[in-house]
């Protein structure tokens, strides 16, 4: 079976800071891992990455992938209190479904 | 490009009612999830179409749960009875192709909050 671990649970921090979320994962025949934001309801996608080594990055959001230790780290810089939400992370294997962890939830306070 | 749509948006019912759930895919994809999300964690599967026949349903739980794609566009997801552990947000997810590739993005509709008391 599938299994997505995330941590941390939750953050606290202030604006400005720096924040990176971790995400494992034990996947078979590992096809791609998609970062999420989730307010509110709906998640919004952020990132796919399916190489190893290679950082996709957008404005002040970027993420990378260890195919080998089986992991992917999303980093914020210069955080907002826009960036409070859950972030969620998915992987897709031969299973062809996502299997998304629990979230961390970040909290950016003024 | 007009999002994933989805009604409604709140329901509240009580046990051993039934519930019904509606979601318009993004013009054009082929393939639509149905989501389970519980306060807490993470969305699970329930259910994936490819046009309009069933390609996972390990996970839904189908001697209360069914879903339809009969024209392989919008879609329906019920439940009948509800109990009250079926309390979540329901999310309706589109993809262009969700084939083997295993590549495409999924983008999500507002969800539908269920309640059942």
């Known amino acids: 079976e599938d299994k997505v671990v995330q941590s941390p649970l939750s953050l606290v921090v202030h604006e400005g800071d720096t924040v990176t979320l971790n995400c494992s994962y034990e996947v078979t025949n590992f096809r791609s891992l998609l970062w999420y934001k989730q307010e509110k309801k709906a998640p919004t996608f952020l990132f796919m990455l399916t190489s190893s080594g290679i950082e996709k990055k957008s404005g002040r959001l970027s993420s990378i992938l260890d195919k080998k230790e089986l992991f992917s780290i999303l980093n914020i810089t210069a955080t907002q209190t826009g960036d409070s939400a859950i972030y969620l992370c998915?992987?897709?294997?031969?299973?062809?479904?996502?299997?998304f962890g629990s979230g961390t939830q970040l909290t950016v306070l003024p | 490009e007009a999002g994933v749509a989805q009604s409604p948006r709140y329901k509240i019912i009580e046990k051993r009612q039934s519930v019904a759930f509606w979601c318009n895919p993004i013009s054009g994809h082929a393939t639509l999830y149905w989501y389970q999300q519980i306060l807490g964690q993470g969305p699970k599967l329930l259910i994936q179409f490819q046009n309009n026949g069933v390609v996972d349903d390990s996970q839904l739980p189908k001697d209360r749960f069914s879903a339809e794609r009969l024209k392989g566009v919008d879609s329906t997801l019920k439940i009948q009875p509800a109990k009250l552990e079926d309390s979540a947000v329901y999310l309706c997810?589109?993809?262009?192709?969700?084939?083997?590739?295993?590549?495409?993005?999924?983008?999500f509709g507002p969800g539908t909050r269920l309640t059942v008391l």
């Open positions: 997810a589109s993809s262009p192709v969700g084939g083997r590739g295993g590549t495409d993005t999924q983008y």
């Open positions: 998915a992987v897709r294997g031969s299973a062809r479904q996502l299997t």
